[in-house]
């Protein structure tokens, strides 16, 4: 039972147009939300996260967007860049710090020239 | 540099055998985890702890067990290793007080023939 879901594989977007990368979670306990970052041959990065008691948050050219209604979330990269071409994780965690992540599948985003 | 090490970076190993996966942080985090990632399936947590001296079942923890004798080290055995045991394994920890940001160490790729 896949509680956090990454419907997309992959995605490719041309560079200095927006990246959106989707996640949809059904457990109604997740109240924080994380999206990480990962090259080949690396271990995953943190790169934003969002609190439930808010619907958007922002760092640079990163956006995180959640709908808790539609227990869905969004990450939105504007202008994508060639770096950040690597496989992105959706995830999720009920409030606590003893509290453990449950990951998304993954998806690989590549920008294109 | 502070951080994660894990060792080996890579494995390996004929089925039946015994093989221990270290995992050492500098960073005097309470929680550590292990987590697999395979195709498809993105990550999932085998094991955590949360403190030196506990440990705990995570997703997908059959075939696995760990130890945490201080709070530096935090080793995954595979008793007798199976080919499903093929995987990339990553170590985590969190540091007290933090909701949800994982650090991870660069992985281990082990192949189980």
Redesign the interface.
């Known amino acids: 039972d896949q509680q956090?879901k990454?419907n997309s594989?992959s995605l490719s977007v041309q560079e200095g147009r927006i990246s959106i990368l989707n996640c949809d979670y059904t457990n109604s306990m997740f109240d924080?939300f994380?999206w990480?970052k990962k090259y080949p041959?690396?271990?995953?990065?943190?790169l934003i996260?969002i609190?439930s008691i808010k619907d958007k948050n922002e760092d640079g050219r990163f956006t995180v967007f959640l709908n808790k209604s539609a227990k869905h979330l969004s990450l939105h990269i504007v202008p994508s860049q060639p770096g950040d071409s690597a496989v992105y994780?959706c995830?999720a965690?009920p409030?606590g710090?003893?509290?453990?992540?449950?990951?998304?599948?993954?998806t690989r985003l590549q920008v294109t020239l | 540099i502070a951080g994660?090490t894990q060792a080996p970076t890579s494995q390996i190993l004929a089925a039946g055998r015994r093989m221990t996966l270290r995992c050492t942080q500098d960073m005097r985090h309470n929680?550590m985890?292990w987590?697999r990632q395979d195709l498809?399936?993105?990550?999932?947590?085998i094991h955590?702890s949360?403190t030196a001296g506990t440990t705990g079942k995570?997703?997908v923890p059959d075939g696995y067990s760990v130890s945490r004798a201080n709070t530096d080290d935090f080793p995954l055995t595979l008793a007798s290793a199976v080919p499903s045991q093929t995987s990339v394994y990553?170590c985590?920890s969190?540091g007290?007080?933090?909701?949800?940001?994982?650090?991870?160490?660069?992985?281990s790729r082990l192949t189980v023939l």
Do not use: C, D, M
């Open positions: 956090v990454q594989p924080y994380l990480y041959a690396e271990g995953p990065t943190f996260s609190s994780f995830a965690s409030t710090t003893a509290s453990k992540l449950t990951f998304g599948t993954g | 994660i929680a985890y987590y498809g399936l993105g990550l999932r947590l955590y949360n995570g997703e990553f985590a969190k007290q007080g933090s909701s949800g940001e994982l650090f991870f160490g660069e992985g």
